[in-house]
């Protein structure tokens, strides 16, 4: 019998590549033991094919840019053609039908419709009077529905469901009274490795400076570009956590990082890279670093967020 859900908003699909990250891989390692399944209401299914549609839209136009520019300097090649959308479309289909085995997909009835309006309509959490989330409030009335026969875990990296300006991220009050309230298990968890840390699947972090040092200095550069052309510059690394999760494939753990860094040019300042990577701990090689989340803080200005999408 399946007695754990996770729920994965359309965000944390994306950024973690449709589970092909190092994070997707442990938790997909965690549920095999724990005989728990992938919540996957249709609304999450058909937005995440939905974002799918719209990256490659834009990719394909960048790729044609591209592609022109470099016709320029060469005679004799014939244009090399991006892949469609519906080609992009097909392989995230072909990827959730891989992870099947893992999926309990939900259609959506009409009372979950018509419980997520209520939310909508009453200003309720996720949602709130600047704001509409119909989508993200159909997920969390599915969500609450299973989580009287199942223990449900929902992860999602999207404000609305905490807190405003709290760390570590606090659920919002309206949904926290809710959860207390209800018979059933249901918690929220803004990644994967807050799931895994209180489910207790951590294990002992790597102590070498050396991966550190490599992780800071790729997430550098990341952070370099996106404040480029603006008064901030990137000074020294003031904060890291880095945990370590099991894969279940020898050898290999899955590290999950934040990695702070001072701003200069303007007081307080902080820009913080989130992201996971593989990692060999008899080769110590670090591979497939994936950036997640940027998280820049600039004291008196409103805290931007930028999601990094596969």
Same mark, same amino acid.
């Given at each position: 019998?399946?007695?754990?859900?996770?729920?994965?908003?359309?965000?944390?699909?994306?950024?973690?590549?449709?589970?092909?990250?190092?994070?997707?891989?442990?938790?997909?390692?965690?549920?095999?033991? %724990?005989?728990?399944?992938?919540?996957?209401?249709?609304?999450?299914?058909?937005?995440?094919?939905?974002?799918?549609?719209?990256?490659?839209?834009?990719?394909?136009?960048?790729?044609?840019?591209?592609?022109?520019?470099?016709?320029?300097?060469?005679?004799?090649?014939?244009?090399?053609?991006?892949?469609?959308?519906?080609?992009?479309?097909?392989? *995230?289909?072909?990827?959730?039908?891989?992870?099947? /085995?893992?999926?309990?997909? *939900?259609?959506?009835?009409?009372?979950?419709?018509?419980?997520?309006?209520?939310?909508?309509?009453?200003?309720?959490?996720?949602?709130?009077?600047?704001?509409?989330?119909?989508?993200?409030?159909?997920?969390?009335? %599915?969500?609450?529905?299973?989580?009287?026969?199942?223990?449900?875990?929902? *992860?999602?990296?999207?404000?609305?469901?905490?807190? /405003?300006?709290?760390?570590?991220?606090?659920?919002?009050?309206?949904?926290?009274?809710?959860?207390?309230?209800?018979?059933?298990?249901? #918690?929220?968890?803004?990644?994967?490795?807050?799931?895994?840390?209180?489910?207790?699947?951590?294990?002992?972090?790597?102590?070498?400076?050396?991966?550190? #040092?490599?992780?800071?200095?790729?997430?550098?550069?990341?952070?370099?570009?996106?404040?480029?052309?603006?008064?901030?510059?990137?000074?020294?690394?003031?904060?890291?956590?880095?945990?370590?999760?099991?894969?279940?494939?020898?050898?290999?753990?899955?590290?999950?990082?934040?990695?702070?860094?001072?701003?200069?040019?303007?007081?307080?300042?902080?820009?913080?890279?989130?992201?996971?990577?593989?990692?060999?701990?008899?080769?110590?090689?670090?591979?497939?670093?994936?950036?997640?989340?940027?998280?820049?803080?600039?004291?008196?200005?409103?805290?931007?967020?930028?999601?990094?999408?596969?």
């Amino acid at each position: 019998m399946v007695n754990m859900l996770v729920c994965l908003d359309a965000n944390i699909w994306i950024s973690s590549q449709l589970l092909r990250s190092p994070m997707g891989s442990a938790l997909k390692f965690y549920l095999a033991q %724990v005989n728990g399944k992938l919540l996957l209401p249709v609304v999450v299914e058909r937005e995440v094919e939905k974002a799918a549609r719209n990256a490659a839209r834009e990719a394909s136009r960048k790729f044609a840019q591209a592609d022109d520019a470099l016709n320029r300097f060469r005679s004799g090649i014939d244009r090399t053609d991006a892949p469609s959308v519906e080609d992009i479309v097909g392989e *995230v289909r072909k990827r959730f039908a891989y992870l099947s /085995p893992f999926l309990l997909r *939900v259609p959506l009835s009409l009372r979950d419709v018509n419980e997520a309006l209520e939310l909508v309509f009453n200003d309720s959490s996720p949602n709130s009077p600047q704001k509409e989330e119909f989508r993200d409030s159909l997920l969390w009335v %599915v969500a609450r529905r299973l989580a009287r026969r199942h223990h449900v875990h929902v *992860v999602t990296n999207d404000s609305d469901f905490f807190v /405003p300006g709290e760390k570590p991220r606090r659920l919002a009050p309206t949904l926290s009274a809710e959860v207390a309230a209800r018979k059933g298990f249901l #918690s929220v968890h803004e990644d994967f490795g807050a799931l895994l840390e209180a489910a207790n699947q951590q294990v002992t972090r790597p102590g070498s400076d050396a991966i550190v #040092s490599e992780l800071s200095d790729w997430s550098r550069v990341v952070v370099e570009q996106e404040v480029s052309g603006e008064v901030l510059s990137v000074g020294n690394v003031s904060r890291v956590n880095l945990e370590a999760f099991r894969t279940g494939k020898r050898n290999q753990l899955a590290l999950a990082f934040e990695i702070t860094f001072a701003l200069q040019g303007w007081p307080g300042a902080e820009a913080t890279a989130k992201g996971s990577a593989e990692y060999n701990h008899r080769s110590e090689f670090i591979r497939a670093a994936t950036l997640e989340m940027l998280t820049i803080e600039q004291p008196g200005q409103s805290t931007r967020l930028i999601f990094f999408r596969a």
